[in-house]
């Protein structure tokens, strides 16, 4: 009995053992209540019930906020419309953590491809590339280009982790490319960075000083703490540096670096830029892409210049240096110069105002403005044309249409 005792009491043990093991190395089952963190959606309701949280009236209210923030800084600021932009991802050992579900470099591939997306519709004639830190070394992964999907493909082969990271050379490595660009273009550097110290050959504050007198933007992103050689650097060249808290923090501020920055008052100076727009090529037509050193069949855009072929737009000629845009393209970057005012929040009272019968329902997608139970929901209105839009048609005209379905139509009446 007492050297069964025994084995049962040695055996408790071995299993309180096991149980510190697990928790320490937190098991699969246990990892993802930790990494969903499902009580965090919930709130309090007044009568001191737990309700879910309602992302869709918090993620309008987050917009709201975000719109009023940029509507109170936006008069007559000039913003840089040709913008030549490096995303230095850091590839070093540190990017390869799971604090991140299911790691912070699949995080940060998957919202930097929709970056780059993001930031061709609201920059057409801006140009991105690729610059990533492995090993103590920068490597340039794609050159700075109008593609989206060259940049996105070229990434997702690239996103093995290991080493030590370099912020100093990869600030040499870009200054290096974007001193080449022509003044006319706003250089610029987006550095998502994981690592929490850096391994450079030299000093580094002389690189920050380089990078000011080559009047490029940088800015990062941390997926860690807070380092002061990065706000430093932010700080020195105009850029913004944050630190993201989740995934959805995360994309948040990567999304805010697509629409153009104000431009640095010292180097906001206007210049008239030769543009070319070229003709599409027939369908059937044999000719050399300038681009690709090749001959390639199909419809490509014919240089009004020099007669070279390019494959995409917007580009520049590889053979006369013209810049190669269409019409469109600059239409989509009007709005940028002339944003649409926000819209007027509507008072709850002023909806069920009897007089107001025929601004009850959305003018832009004509559902009823009432909740199901009949009381008013959340509503806008446009200060010009005074009419009434929901939150979702609000999110739309802003982000999307940059017109007022209203303002157009008393335009056209």
Known sequence: MNNGAGRRINGGAEEDDDEDDVNGDLDAWERTYTDERSWESLQEDESGMLRPIDNQALYHSQYRRRLRSLSSTAARIQKGLI???YIVIDLSRAASEM????????????????????????????????????????????DIGGSPESHINALMKKLECSGDSSLQNALDLVDGYLNQIPSYGHREVLILYSALSTCDPGDI????????????????????????????????????????????????????????????????????INMGFPQ???????????????????AGYTCPRCKARACELPTECCVCGLTLVSSP????????????????????????NPNCKLQRNCFGCQQSLLDPGNKPGPAVVCPKCKRYFCLDCDIYIHESLHNCPGCDSLRHS
């Open 329 to 352: 393209h600059l239409a989509r970057s009007y709005h940028h110069l002339f944003p649409i005012a926000p819209f007027d929040e509507v008072t709850s009272s002023h909806l069920n």
């Open 205 to 272: 504050m002389d690189t920050i000083q380089k990078c000011r007198k080559s009047k490029i933007r940088c800015s990062v992103i941390g997926l860690a703490a807070e380092m002061f050689i990065c706000k430093h650097l932010c700080q020195e060249t105009g850029g913004t540096y944050s630190v993201a808290l989740d995934e959805s923090h995360f994309k948040e501020l990567i999304l805010e670096h697509a629409p153009p920055p104000p431009a640095i008052a010292e180097f906001a100076v206007a210049n008239l």
């Open 280 to 298: 599409r090529a027939a369908e059937g037509s044999i000719s050399i892409c300038s681009c690709h050193k090749e001959a390639k069949v199909g």
């Open 99 to 142: 604090d991140f579900r299911p790691s912070r470099i699949a995080v940060i591939a998957k919202h930097v491809e929709t970056f780059i997306r993001e930031f061709f519709y609201q920059n057409p004639l801006s140009q991105v590339g690729i610059v990533t830190i492995k090993d103590g070394v920068a490597h340039c992964l794609t």
């Open 83 to 85: 913008r030549y932009l």
